[in-house]
């Protein structure tokens, strides 16, 4: 079956770093944009940076430009976001997500890592 496993989140001062890692197993890992996904306390879900399959182009959020890095490992079939910086307002469950360009949908998404930003 197809799964993806984020790991990586936990509590961190503003100003932190966390590097947030997903696992994918159970489909061609390299044939597949990724993506994160973030949802904060009481809010809806964020799209937060995305990947092609080669790992060659990427795009951030606005909210997060300059300070997260997405990655992947394709030999490893890990994606990967580096988050510096981090701000109480990044505060959220990520997610990571893969994209199926047939029907333009994040297909299948991980269980979520929690990430908290606090002094």
């Known amino acids: 079956e197809v799964q993806l496993v984020e790991s990586g989140g936990g509590l961190v001062q503003p100003g932190g770093s966390l590097r947030l890692s997903c696992a994918a197993s159970g489909f061609t890992f390299s044939s597949y944009a990724m993506n994160w996904v973030r949802q904060a306390p009481g809010k809806g879900l964020e799209w937060v940076s995305a990947i092609n399959s080669g790992g060659g182009s990427t795009k951030n959020a606005d909210s997060v430009k300059g300070r997260f890095t997405i990655s992947r490992d394709n030999a490893k079939n890990t994606l990967y976001l580096q988050m510096n910086s981090l701000k109480p307002e990044d505060t959220a469950v990520y997610y990571c997500?893969?994209?199926?360009?047939?029907?333009?949908?994040?297909?299948?998404w991980g269980q979520g890592t929690q990430v908290t930003v606090s002094s």
């Open positions: 997500a893969n994209y199926d360009e047939v029907v333009t949908t994040l297909h299948y």
